[in-house]
């Protein structure tokens, strides 16, 4: 009964470097969500996917990419860190898209230095 | 561009009483209101709904109460517990959600 589970928890990048975050989930969820959390400004939709090989821009998708090649897992890469992206990143799936509360990983703190 | 509004950071209530915690939007294409909750070091779980055809929707101590006219949705939680203590995000969603900024509730014994 996992749910969905993000890796890693914690990182540190220097600026310039990538990475790539990894959400899987096992509730055979067709949606799946990418959001950064500030303080001051909530949650902020990166990317989104409503299926398998798709992918969609959220609010603020610049400097990052994604890729959803099998139902259960949502890759969020950084090409390039930068420290404007030291954030709390959030991944979510959902059944449906309005009105189907999201299921949350627990987040992934990325500090760029 | 913030389109999803909680106006009050923090909200300190004490146990037993009331809590009210209020939501503000922009966006008319709105059509469904979710409030979520969030402790520390976890990622928010969902509490409630609501369709924008219905101005109330209750689950247990949970109410959720949504006036088109205004913009504006809350959530009362009736008796609040200590456990109740978290981050409060309101969310609207017409395809992907926005989320307000949170509003931190503290009930106190």
């Known amino acids: 009964n996992a749910g969905v589970t993000q890796t890693p928890k914690f990182r540190v990048l220097k600026t310039g470097q990538s990475m790539t975050l990894l959400c899987a989930q096992d509730?055979?969820?067709?949606?799946m969500y990418w959001y950064r959390q500030d303080p001051g400004m909530g949650l902020r939709l990166i990317h989104y996917s409503v299926g398998e090989g798709t992918t969609a821009k959220g609010e603020v998708p610049d400097g990052y990419n994604v890729s959803r090649l099998k139902k259960q897992n949502f890759l969020l890469g950084l090409e390039s860190a930068a420290p404007s992206q030291t954030s709390v990143y959030f991944c979510?799936?959902?059944?449906?898209?309005?009105?189907?509360?999201?299921?949350f990983g627990s987040g992934t703190r990325l500090t760029v230095v | 561009d913030q389109q999803v509004k909680q106006n009050s950071p923090s909200l300190s209530v004490q146990e037993g009483r009331i809590s009210i915690l209020n939501c503000d939007y922009t966006n008319s294409m709105f059509d469904y209101f979710l409030w979520y909750k969030k402790y520390p070091a976890e990622g928010p779980t969902f509490l409630i709904s609501?369709?924008?055809?219905?101005d109330k929707n209750e689950d247990g101590r949970f109410t959720v109460f949504l006036n088109k006219s205004a913009k504006h949705l809350s959530l009362h939680i009736v008796p609040s517990q200590p456990g109740d203590s978290a981050v409060y995000f309101c969310a609207a969603s017409a395809g992907d959600m926005r989320f307000g900024a949170g509003t931190r509730l503290t009930v106190k014994p």
């Open positions: 979510a799936s959902s059944r449906g898209g309005n009105g189907y509360g999201y299921t």
């Open positions: 609501i369709s924008s055809i219905k």
């Open positions: 509730m055979n969820h067709e949606y």
